[in-house]
């Protein structure tokens, strides 16, 4: 069974960096490309970002509103994956979830983990 | 960049009745690269439709979606208590934008 934990959430002030971590298991972490996704509170679903396996480079993707921003990265032999969040606004203020992420689709969820940014 | 837009905003309904969830692009949605997500409440989404009308696995055969171009739909035949959630509809082409959602409400 995938299961996809988010962790490293809290409250971090405006300007300040955060990074999150999502532990998989259940599948082979290095064959999958994996996915970020935000939920503002009472909000919709925003698309942060993904990283593609290390075979096609483990290259990245960002929205516009988190690019130059945000990075995601991967650790294939933690089966980790990470959001290094940077220069933080209020409005990054969502739960963050983490997806295993194949051909734009995310197949399952992590349960989120909220981040607020305030002062 | 394409905008979805999903109506109605809200749809109060009572267990066994057709749910039928409308999701309208900006501009003409090319490949078939059109999504649901169910998201019950304090819950994370998951996946149910892919490709237009290919449910995920597990997904039972009460959800159906269909449309093309830009007019897209997600159908729940018959209403069971945990089908009450909130539906989004994604690109998940270039633009990976999300619809608004749909609430399902108990009538």
């Known amino acids: 069974e995938v299961q996809l934990v988010e962790s490293g959430g809290g409250l971090v002030q405006p300007g300040r960096s955060l990074r999150l971590s999502c532990t998989a298991s259940?599948?082979?972490?290095?064959?999958?490309?994996m996915s970020w996704f935000r939920q503002a509170p009472g909000k919709g679903l925003e698309w942060v970002g993904f990283i593609r396996i290390k075979a096609y480079g483990a290259t990245t993707e960002y929205a516009a509103s988190v690019k130059d921003r945000f990075m995601i990265s991967r650790d294939d032999s933690k089966s980790i994956a990470y959001l290094q969040m940077n220069s933080l606004k209020t409005e990054d203020t969502a739960v963050y979830y983490c997806?295993?992420?194949?051909?734009?689709?995310?197949?399952?969820w992590g349960q989120g983990t909220l981040v607020t940014v305030s002062s | 960049e394409i905008v979805l837009t999903q109506s109605p905003g809200t749809l109060s309904l009572s267990p066994g009745e057709r749910a039928t969830l409308s999701c309208r692009a900006s501009?003409?949605?090319?490949?078939?690269?059109l999504a649901w997500y169910q998201q019950k409440p304090g819950q994370a989404p998951r996946l149910l439709i892919y490709?237009?009308?290919s449910r995920a696995t597990g997904i039972p055969d009460r959800f159906s979606g269909s449309g093309s171009g830009a007019d897209f739909t997600l159908v729940i035949s018959r209403l069971e208590p945990e089908d009450f959630a909130v539906y989004y509809c994604q690109h998940y082409g270039s633009s990976r934008a999300f619809g608004q959602g749909t609430k399902v409400e108990i009538k």
């Open positions: 259940g599948f082979t972490f290095g064959d999958s490309a």
């Open positions: 997806t295993k992420y194949s051909s734009g689709l995310a197949w399952s």
């Open positions: 490709g237009v009308s």
């Open positions: 501009q003409s949605i090319s490949s078939s690269y």
